[in-house]
Nanobody, 125 residues
């Protein structure tokens, strides 16, 4: 059974940093690309960042480029999202997702096969 478990969310102030983790089990992790998406109340789920199965290729949403960094440790079956200079508009539930055969870091939600339950990030002004 495939499981993706996000952690690291919380309440921070504007300008602070957070690091989210996505721990995977039940799959051959190194064969999956992983993406992060977020959804604020009343809004659609938006693409944040993605990383290819090898970690050699990454992709970011326009609003987080230069501020967020995605990385992975295949030995630990974990993907990280380092979020710096957080803003109130970054407040959302953050989800990680995985897709088999992920040579590329896909940016659309429908391409992903497995999803975690999400972790809440709240940034106060």
């Amino acid at each position: 059974q495939v499981q993706l478990v996000e952690s690291g969310g919380g309440l921070v102030q504007a300008g602070d940093s957070l690091r989210l983790s996505c721990a995977a089990s039940g799959l051959t992790f190194s064969r999956y690309a992983v993406g992060w998406f977020r959804q604020a109340p009343g809004k659609e789920r938006d693409f944040v960042a993605a990383i290819s199965r090898s970690g050699g290729s990454t992709n970011y949403g326009d609003s987080v480029k230069g501020l967020f960094t995605i990385s992975r440790d295949n030995a630990k079956n974990t993907v990280y999202l380092q979020m710096n200079s957080l803003k109130p508009e970054d407040t959302a539930v953050y989800y990680c997702a995985a897709v088999f055969g992920g040579i590329r870091p896909y940016s659309t939600a429908y391409e992903y096969h497995y999803w975690g339950q999400g972790t809440q990030v709240t940034v106060s002004s």
